[in-house]
Structure formats: C-alpha cells, structure tokens
C-alpha cells in the first residue's frame, strides 16, 4: 500500500512538471500570488499578455466604448490601480487623469520614456467632443505612441522589464516572448513601410488629430480634420474640408473607426475614398491588437493599389 501511494505521488510530481505553457521552474504560483499588472490602453494589455503570458494578470478597467485617452476613470478604478504591483502607463500626456490621482509613484513604468525626446507637439486645434469623456482638444503632446510600430517596439520593451522586476526569475521566458512580439511589430513596420512606398508624396487627410507619430516613421503626406466615424459632417465642417483640399488634394481620407455610410458617399463625391486604420487604442469587437493593425495595412495598401 505504502508503495502504491508512493508511486502515486511520483507520477503527480511529473505530471505536474510536465504542465504545458510557457513558463519557467520557479514560476509555479497560486493566484493569489500573481504578480497584478494594470495599465491604462489595450495596446500596453496586449504587450503585457504576450510577455507576461501566465506569470502575470493584466488588467484594463476601462469598459469597451469610450477613448482611453479622455478618459477619467471613477474612485473604485483608481482604487484598484492603487492596489497594482505595477502601473505600466503609455506616456505623452496619454493619461491625463494620474495628474489628479493618487498613485504609487514607484509602481508607475512609463513605457515611451525612452522616446520621449522625440515627442511631437500638436498643432492647436478647437475643442469638440465624442463618446462618454467629453469636451476636449488636442493639444500639447500627440500621444498615439504605438503606430509607429518602431516605438510601439520600444514600448513593448519597457512592459517586458516592468515584468522581469516582478518575476526576476523568468527572464528567459520573458526575452523570448518579447522577442516573438518584436517581430511581430517588426513585420508591421516592414509592411507599412512598403505601403507607404506605394502612397509617395500623394496627400491624404485624416478624420483625427491621431496619427502624427505614424505619418513621421512613414513619411505620410498628412493633415488632419476634427471628424467622427459615427457622425455625418455638417456643411461647415465640409466647407472647411475643401478650404483644406485647395492646397492639399488628398484622394483619401484615414478614419479611425468605420465611418458613417451618408460620410463616405459625402467625401467620394469629392473625390476622396474613406480608409479605415483603426489605433486600437481600446479593446476591438473581433480579434486583437495584432490582428487589427494587419487588417489596417491590408485596407491601406488596398487603396493605395487602386490609385
């Protein structure tokens, strides 16, 4: 009998041992014991998983509509940042409500710092408003960090450090899934790179004040409106269109989300087709960051094809 049991234990140890999943020795942790990461965009949630995988536990507690940009998380979110054994922020004035909030300080990663010397300012442009944030502008800083996907690059890296001090012991682990996300974006970048090659110098406007760090990286010949998706643009907002059009003839125009069908029939009557690359900067209906960033290339070099 006493061997039977013994046996028994044997084959548990190994069984237990052989536990697929990409995690080290040291890294067999009740859940309690997990490390809690909260961040404060999906694109940081995704870099964390795909790092982190089982070691860590993500959190964004945003709900899916909304931009995390503008938003202002409620005393009971704050609260459960303050709880965080770390706080990994995208930077560039992203997160303008942790100046009001009391986290923290040496839980906070800010992962573009080691850019941050190659911000961009925005032009100053009037204040409007979409979904549950608000009034606001954009102004100061731009910070849609990640389309640029040699920085979102850089980003990733600061995830992954902020992770190792949590988990020193899975370093291994963690370079190697780093290494995987890096290539990933370093395949974006090389595709969004041949498509811009497609676009040249051809001008093309955008439906928001976002995309200032991804016209840089590839050289976009690119100026921005104050449009929504969801909303039909109002005859003033068509007439500072075509002012617009006058020394910038775009044939195209970027739209953040799937614009309204009475928008697009609006601007091909101008001339100018309606493209979808969509930030992802809060979580997508279907699929993933990664998958969401391919669907955008796939649309943009579909149009860039057909001029």
Avoid at 193 to 222: C, F, Q, T
Wanted: negative net charge; contains cysteine.
């Amino acid at each position: 009998m006493i061997k039977r049991v013994t046996l028994l234990v044997v084959l548990s140890i190994l069984l237990i041992g052989c536990k697929p999943g990409n995690i080290g020795p040291s890294a067999k942790k009740t859940a309690s014991m997990i490390p809690q990461i909260y961040v404060t965009n999906y694109p940081l949630k995704y870099f964390a998983e795909r790092i982190g995988a089982v070691l860590v536990d993500v959190y964004f507690p945003m709900t899916k509509d909304g931009d995390p940009a503008f938003w202002q998380p409620d005393s009971q979110a704050i609260a459960r940042y303050q709880t965080a054994d770390a706080i990994i922020t995208n930077g560039a004035t992203y997160e303008k409500w942790i100046a009001n909030a009391t986290l923290p300080a040496t839980k906070i990663v800010d992962s573009s710092s080691s850019f941050s010397d190659k911000y961009l300012q925005m032009a100053e442009l009037e204040t409007h408003s979409h979904g549950p944030g608000g009034e606001h502008s954009h102004t100061g800083t731009a910070f849609t960090t990640w389309i640029d996907f040699d920085q979102a690059a850089q980003q990733a890296g600061a995830v992954k450090d902020a992770i190792m001090k949590l988990v020193p012991s899975q370093k291994e682990v963690l370079e190697k899934n780093l290494e995987a996300l890096v290539a990933d974006l370093k395949q974006l970048d090389e595709d969004m790179m041949s498509v811009a090659k497609l676009i040249g110098d051809r001008p093309v406007v955008a439906s928001h004040p976002v995309y200032e760090y991804w016209a840089r990286r590839y050289s976009l010949n690119l100026k921005s409106v104050l449009w929504e998706p969801p909303v039909v643009p109002s005859a003033d907002a068509i007439d500072e269109l075509k002012k617009l059009l006058d020394g910038h003839q775009a044939q195209g125009m970027i739209w953040e989300g799937t614009p309204a069908a009475e928008s697009v029939e609006k601007l091909k009557s101008l001339g100018i087709a309606s493209v979808v690359f969509d930030p992802c900067g809060n979580v997508p209906e279907t699929g993933d960051w990664l998958t969401t960033m391919q669907s955008n290339i796939i649309s943009l070099r579909t149009w860039a094809k057909s001029k």
